[in-house]
């Protein structure tokens, strides 16, 4: 069996993996890390949860071993697709290269330029980065690629799902060609093979496992549940959920909640919370401090619930997470591989659990057609009944008071009559004698206008002057254009029209 101390590894390197509790390396591992070591591009395809951070990150601590970093010019790049993935990536690091004077910097949204800016004058061996925050680094003149030696893509197709495509064929034209190049990924689209024929040489490709394939350390069911209401079906759905929570009983620790929309999401959270679960949102309308504090809450164990987008289901590196609930069946097959790999990692038993409406079977035949099984199916909770309210059709939306042209208002004006324009109302009698006389207006008292009313009086009397004079002007300039004769189409015909054309004996 190979061991971490056979893979030609830095000492340092080999004491802080050590340090760390680790021995052997996983397949991904063991078969990259060596052709890496070597320096060839490397093209790695792995399930979720195997270990490929550290398939890039321990070969690159060990190959900058050597070198000094210059100011504004990285030695090594690193590109993630989203902000989780990428502060991951910098804690593997930190972890690894902790006996080593590497430095790093981190480019995230969410954190101040000028932050960025310090470390990166400074100098820094490893830049881990999301492709926008580094282009807009680059394009503000406080980055140079030219110094790259070493450019890993994590997650290469979820860059291509996430519209990353140009920034990624712009950052590659930035860098050196004699780089080296590092694919990573779970899945391997089959558009991504222009790019990898693009911008990687002869690579070593290595796949442990097969495409799209699940751990076998993970326990799947799929709960499918019939709404008897399709207007209430996503409060059943929530009913059930937390019937398959408490059914899962002490089990259940912790666990990962997947939406597909961001706002189903958001009323989620807040419904679990209501009926007394420990549970957070996390997507990427949120700010980067509260994503952060919320994953750091996950981790640490102070927060039961995560409930999130699939802005979380790739790259979150939490070993000990219990289970994973898909409240909706994911429309892009590929998530659902990342999704249960939540779960099950570092040769952990996890659950996975999906909850599915006849609605979602397209969904799920992609599915299964992607991982090539059926998903097993499992039993609603024998004490599980719907609620009266989840039965009866939602509340209307009342209009707020007070606004007229809400819904009610123009109904009301609707059945309101209507009197036709030419008719007149009647006119009450009035007795002459009951009339009280007006008051006769009391006169304004006189005074002498004050030196700067008289001064403004003047500039008025010039300013009407002179547009008295402008508008004189304008009718004499109105006049002669009356009187003055029409040329052109009219009476006049120019010289050049009434010249006859030579015939050819003329000529």
Request: with cysteine.
């Amino acid at each position: 069996m190979t061991k971490f101390t056979d893979l030609k590894l830095d000492a340092r390197v080999l004491q802080a993996i050590a340090e760390a509790g680790y021995e052997t390396p996983t397949p991904i591992q063991a078969g990259a890390i060596p052709h890496a070591l070597e320096g060839r591009d490397v093209l790695g395809i792995a399930q979720t949860g195997t270990g490929k951070t550290a398939s890039f990150t321990l070969p690159m601590i060990t190959l900058l071993g050597r070198g000094r970093a210059r100011a504004r010019m990285p030695r090594s790049l690193v590109l993630a697709p989203t902000r989780e993935l990428a502060a991951q990536v910098a804690e593997n690091f930190d972890i690894y290269a902790k006996h080593t004077k590497l430095t790093k910097a981190l480019l995230i949204g969410g954190v101040s330029f000028a932050d960025q800016d310090k470390l990166i004058d400074r100098g820094v061996d490893v830049l881990i980065a999301t492709p926008g925050r580094l282009l807009d680094h680059f394009e503000r003149g406080k980055l140079l690629l030219t110094g790259v030696q070493i450019m890993v893509v994590d997650e290469a197709d979820r860059m291509l799902d996430m519209g990353f495509i140009p920034d990624i064929e712009r950052i590659f034209q930035l860098t050196p060609f004699t780089r080296q190049t590092l694919f990573f990924s779970a899945t391997m689209a089959p558009e991504i093979e222009r790019i990898t024929n693009t911008f990687l040489h002869a690579p070593a490709r290595i796949e442990v496992a097969r495409q799209a394939t699940t751990s076998e350390t993970i326990e799947q069911r799929l709960i499918e549940l019939t709404p008897t209401r399709k207007d209430q079906s996503s409060k059943q759905k929530r009913e059930l959920l937390r019937a398959l929570i408490n059914a899962e009983g002490d089990s259940c620790t912790n666990a990962i909640l997947f939406c597909n929309r961001k706002s189903e999401v958001d009323i989620l959270a807040k419904s679990l919370k209501t009926h007394g679960f420990d549970a957070a949102p996390i997507h990427g309308d949120l700010d980067q401090s509260q994503r952060t504090k919320t994953l750091d809450g996950f981790r640490d164990g102070s927060l039961r619930f995560l409930v999130a987008s699939d802005v979380a289901a790739r790259g979150l590196d939490i070993p000990q997470v219990s289970h994973v609930f898909n409240f909706d069946v994911p429309s892009h097959a590929e998530d659902y591989v990342h999704r249960i790999g939540r779960t099950g990692r570092a040769g952990r038993k996890g659950v996975a659990i999906t909850i599915a409406t006849p609605a979602d079977k397209k969904f799920l035949d992609a599915i299964e057609s992607l991982v090539k099984r059926e998903i097993p199916r499992g039993a609603i909770p024998e004490d599980f009944a719907l609620s009266d309210a989840a039965q009866k059709p939602p509340r209307p939306r009342t209009e707020k008071p007070g606004r007229e042209g809400g819904r009610r208002g123009r109904e009301d004006r609707r059945e309101r009559p209507v009197k036709p324009h030419n008719e007149v109302a009647p006119m009450q009698a009035l007795d002459v004698e009951q009339i009280e006389p007006c008051p006769e207006p009391e006169q304004p008292k006189t005074r002498e206008p004050r030196r700067e009313d008289r001064r403004e009086d003047r500039r008025e009397e010039r300013r009407s002057e002179r547009r008295n004079e402008g508008r004189k002007g304008d009718d004499r300039r109105d006049r002669r254009r009356d009187d003055a004769p029409v040329i052109g189409m009219g009476d006049h015909v120019p010289d050049f029209l009434l010249r006859g054309l030579k015939s050819s004996e003329e000529v």
